[in-house]
């Protein structure tokens, strides 16, 4: 696909090459370890899930990981990278939706929709979208996974400018959507025994 086929840089980028290489960089035992960890603590503060989507899976190691935590629970993920797409075959009954999450709408909504490590690398003109995609989906449960800062920031990324940002992407969620409440969060340090890149995550619940 061409530049052109995205609406923003930033898709273009995680479609092509550079998502690409990004594959053999977010593959390992130890990471498969550390998300299941991961999601332990989550969805120790869940009710039983019935359905999950994840938006912007990559080659699906979280996903992975759910699936030994969730094995009954209907699976989905949504990939920009075909070649990231296309390790997904190996998991077990997942749903595939090889497209950008900005504008994507699933048949029917999943009761716990989730980003970790890709609102950062939204366009931040985009997180409407973004905030609508994983809102829309969701019938239930929202949790969002990624670096935190209380005000917006916009860093280098590999050497690539406007390629990864910061700011309180919960925050935005709970200010634009006024049924949402915080049901927890917690931050898991790189250091820590199942480390992850210092990412903090936020659950988030649509009030009945």
């Known amino acids: 696909m061409s530049d052109a086929t995205y609406s923003t840089p930033q898709e273009a980028f995680w479609a092509g090459e550079f998502g690409n ?3 053999s960089r977010n593959k390992s035992q130890g990471l498969l370890a550390a998300n299941f960890s991961f999601f332990s603590r989550i969805f120790e503060k869940t009710d039983q899930l019935g359905s999950i ?3 912007g899976c990559n080659v699906g190691m979280n996903l992975r990981a759910i699936r030994a935590l969730q094995p009954e629970a209907r699976l989905a993920g949504v990939e920009i990278n075909s070649e990231a797409a296309s390790h997904l075959s ?3 009954e997942l749903e595939v939706y090889q497209e950008s999450l900005l504008g994507f709408q699933a048949d029917k909504p999943f009761e716990f929709t989730f980003t970790k490590g ?3 690398h939204i366009n931040p003109d985009s997180l409407p979208q973004a ?15 990624e670096y935190y800062n209380p005000t917006p920031v916009s860093l280098s990324y590999r050497g690539h400018a406007d390629r990864l940002f910061k700011r309180d992407f919960a ?5 634009t959507y006024s049924d949402l409440h915080l049901v927890d969060y917690g931050f898991a340090y790189h250091r820590g ?4 890149d ?11």
């Open 53 to 55: 989507i994840e938006l």
């Open 90 to 92: 190996d998991i077990p």
């Open 21 to 23: 290489d990004y594959i």
């Open 171 to 175: 925050g935005e969620l709970l200010e």
């Open 131 to 145: 905030y609508k995609a994983l809102y829309d989906n969701s019938c239930r449960y929202i949790c969002v996974a």
């Open 118 to 120: 890709v609102l950062i």
């Open 198 to 208: 210092d990412i903090t995550w936020f659950l988030l619940e649509k009030k009945s």
């Open 193 to 196: 025994p199942f480390p992850q």
